[in-house]
């Protein structure tokens, strides 16, 4: 079953015409706009035979609630996106994040980190909307995440396929002093509590970043960003799994 949703900014448009070409249905650009993003993506309309329509400014900020910066696109929105390139046995799950632009920031990480897939709990957590794909540069549109409704189950069923699991907690040791290697899930929590006692019960482990100034602690997306990084950083250097 699809629908159709609508994106804003060049970045989101850009990686949809790149990365689901099928996808798009059209695209709306503000009058007036020319330079090279403008000639990107009229290239790439006119290769896959989508609809290009110059407007006025004013009926793109009527279509788009945030910053376009004159670009929009409807997309037809599938049940399931495909699965992505990125590494299967590196999986984020996210807890009660409700700030759309902290799960764009978010997701922008995972994809640089090459995550394979993203869990998203479903019940008080933000959906991916045109706002948290416009934060996410685009990268929503290329990283896997699946709407999770029980947390716990999510990770069982991770737990009894040989993953090992661990949440981002600010009483948890270095990151850097735990195998981040093989197969592993990172669990972020929301932005006022954290992760759910189930949750932290279920993980193998808690991880931390520690801080070294007088704020006691990270926004979620960059405690992300740090995290995952921090597991690049030691699978470029090992070649050894669990």
Not at 64 to 79: D, I, K, M, S
Not at 90 to 119: F, H, K, S, T, Y
Not at 139 to 160: C, F, G, Q, Y
Request: with cysteine; charged share 25%; glycine share 12%.
């Amino acid at each position: 079953m699809t629908g159709l949703r609508k994106i804003f900014g060049f970045h989101p448009v850009h990686e949809a015409l790149r990365h689901r070409p099928g996808d798009v249905v059209r695209v709306w650009a503000a009058e007036g706009k020319a330079g090279r993003r403008f000639q990107t993506v009229e290239r790439l309309c006119r290769s896959q035979g989508v609809e290009l329509e110059r407007v006025p400014a004013a009926d793109l900020d009527r279509l788009a609630p945030g910053v376009h910066n004159g670009f929009v696109a409807e997309l037809r929105e599938a049940e399931r996106k495909p699965a992505g390139d990125g590494d299967p046995t590196l999986v984020v799950l996210l807890e009660d994040v409700q700030d759309p632009r902290n799960l764009g920031a978010i997701l922008r990480a995972c994809d640089g980190a090459g995550v394979g897939r993203v869990l998203v709990r479903d019940r008080g957590s933000a959906p991916v909307s045109p706002a948290a794909v416009k934060a996410s540069a685009g990268a929503a549109e290329w990283v896997p995440v699946e709407r999770v409704t029980n947390s716990a189950i999510a990770l069982e069923r991770l737990k009894a396929d040989g993953y090992w699991i661990y949440g981002a907690d600010a009483g948890g040791a270095p990151a850097w002093t735990v195998d981040l290697t093989g197969k592993i899930v990172l669990c972020l929590g929301g932005e006022e509590s954290g992760l759910r006692a189930r949750t932290r019960g279920l993980c193998d482990g808690l991880i931390a970043l520690p801080m070294q100034g007088r704020i006691d602690s990270l926004n979620v997306s960059a405690a992300a960003a740090a995290l995952l990084f921090e597991a690049v950083r030691q699978r470029l250097g090992s070649t050894s799994g669990r």
